[in-house]
């Protein structure tokens, strides 16, 4: 996902949105603050890469501060037993796991490798309940918002370049309805918007 150009999500989006729109279905790109570039990571689709995803991740939902996120997430003073950030950088050697890299790393840098390296899954194989499901997927217009296939563009690791994938995602965010809103607004999503 990460190796995807915005401009091939840009022309998938593009592709299907006279689709969308009469299914009454749109969406649009969570947009960074910083530099104008796709984000795609997160419910909100709020982060630009696997690196800023881990770090929120490791601090919001297990409580881990981090050089990204230095701050704890609990306020009290008492439970706080740890300098912060918890996760950094390691500048001195201290074990060996067979990888060098991997031993200075941070923990959010390897959460983060890991995601980036792991095989995309695989389309279940092809049969009379796969063949129905993927007739009645196009025909009720899922791909209007699920694209079934993209491909990344040329990257500098072999493994990720020119890649092609299954993610069934426009990686835009929608509006989900009143009944699904959380009234939590980041970057250019809003409160019932979700990727």
């Not at 630009?48 to 409580?63: D, H, P, Q, R, T």
């Not at 008492?78 to 950030?85: I, L, Q």
């Not at 890991?114 to 993927?134: C, E, I, K």
């Not at 890649?163 to 990686?171: A, G, I, N, Q």
Request: glycine share 10%; proline share 4%.
């Amino acid at each position: 996902m990460e190796a995807v150009p915005d401009l091939t999500l840009q022309t998938s989006f593009n592709a299907s949105a006279s689709q969308g729109s009469a299914l009454g279905i749109g969406g649009h790109f969570n947009i960074s603050g910083n530099d104008g570039t796709i984000t795609r990571f997160g419910w909100k689709a709020q982060h630009k890469s696997l690196l800023m995803f881990a770090g929120e991740a490791n601090n919001v939902e297990i409580g881990v501060s981090n050089e990204l996120f230095v701050n704890e997430i609990n306020s009290d003073p008492s439970c706080v037993v740890n300098g912060s950030p918890e996760d950094a950088t390691n500048l001195s050697f201290e074990s060996s796991s067979g990888s060098p890299a991997s031993d200075y790393a941070s923990d959010i840098v390897n959460f983060a490798a890991f995601s980036r390296y792991s095989a995309a899954p695989v389309p279940a194989p092809a049969n009379t309940t796969t063949t129905v499901g993927q007739h009645v997927f196009e025909t009720i217009g899922c791909s209007a918002c699920h694209t079934v296939q993209f491909q990344t563009g040329l990257s500098c690791t072999a493994g990720l370049s020119k890649v092609s994938f299954s993610p069934y995602s426009d990686f835009a965010v929608h509006h989900m309805g009143s009944a699904l809103a959380d009234g939590i607004s980041q970057g250019t999503a809003g409160g019932d918007e979700r990727r």
